[in-house]
């Protein structure tokens, strides 16, 4: 399945225009991969093995990314545990500009500030995935994207387009991710299928308020808010779960063990920084 871009919505438009998209794997990988996602190849000079010298600076870029994006939330990255776990094995794709065509925001925010660093590529978005040992199931690591820090310079939707074609590039069949009740991306990860609750408490996980999904993937709900028109759900659910309701958190992981299945429906802001999560029964 192809996209054009006049297909898209306008803030997508922009970013396809404005924006390549990169891929960091190891060439071992590239047989399994699809490099024209939706149609949109990949340029061989912005797919970059972390084996190579040639990668040190836009992998750099990912660790600028990483830091501003999860530094605050505990769940910073070594360069290592990108290298093994990302990099090496997975997949690390998303959308990213020249330095020379980076407002002064995001350059200060890169540290690519100064001529001599105007052909350096800067990533602004990147989905990091990695295959699990299950045929056609991948795990989504690492969400971010530069509109996390950059006030002057928005890209919205870039989020959105960076996991719906890294799904697509990936050839994910089954997707699966951890991601804090609280968590701003919940909506972004929705849009782009069921979310299928496997857990809801999280001992093994540095945040115990962490869920598991599984989103079965289809290419036409991976597209669908990418068109102009597309709407949330604002409306209906079986139950819900506040993210500021821990023994709720708790009671729903007691549930799921004993065999409840439930996937998220929709998120609805409550005051503060707090959200109500509904959810519908599995048929
Ligand atoms: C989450 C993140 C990747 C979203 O990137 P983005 O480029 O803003 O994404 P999009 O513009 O495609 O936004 C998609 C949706 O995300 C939600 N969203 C993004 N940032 C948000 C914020 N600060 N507060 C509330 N909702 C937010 C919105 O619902 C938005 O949808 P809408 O505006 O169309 O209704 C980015 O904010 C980020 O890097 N966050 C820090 C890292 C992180 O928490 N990642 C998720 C881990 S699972």
């Known amino acids: 399945m192809d996209l054009s871009a006049s297909e898209l919505a306008p803030k997508y438009q922009r970013i396809l225009a404005s924006c390549e998209p990169y891929l960091v794997t190891y060439p071992g990988n590239h047989g399994a991969l699809d490099l024209c996602p939706f149609g949109l190849p990949i340029a061989p000079e ?58 002064d925001e995001l350059r200060r925010a890169y540290d690519v500030i100064g001529p001599s660093y105007n052909d350096v590529f800067v990533p602004l978005s990147m989905w990091v995935a990695i295959r699990c040992a299950e045929d056609g199931a991948w795990f989504g690591h690492n969400l971010s994207s530069s509109n996390y820090v950059a006030q002057t310079e928005p890209l919205s939707g870039l989020g959105t387009i960076t996991k719906s074609y890294g799904v697509k590039l990936a050839g994910v069949v089954k997707q699966y991710g951890a991601t804090q009740w609280a968590s701003t991306s919940i909506n972004l990860h929705l849009a782009l299928g069921d979310m299928n609750l496997l857990n809801a408490y999280t001992p093994a996980h540095t945040h115990v308020e962490t869920f598991t999904y599984r989103i079965d993937v289809d290419d036409e709900r991976l597209v669908a808010p990418l068109r102009p028109g597309w709407r949330r759900p604002v409306d209906g659910g079986d139950r819900y779960v506040d993210s500021d309701d821990p023994g709720a958190i708790r009671a729903l992981q007691d549930e799921i063990e004993q065999g409840a299945r439930l996937h998220l429906h929709r998120v609805e802001r409550k005051q503060g920084h707090a959200q109500r999560l509904w959810m519908l029964w599995a048929k």
């Open 46 to 103: 912005r797919i970059y093995d972390p084996t190579t010298m040639r990668s040190r600076e836009v992998i750099d870029g990912l660790h600028h990314l990483d830091a501003f994006s999860f530094g605050g939330q505990e769940m910073l990255m070594p360069r290592w545990v990108l290298f093994d776990c990302g990099e090496f094995p997975g997949i690390v794709f998303g959308f990213g500009r020249r330095a020379s065509e980076l407002g």
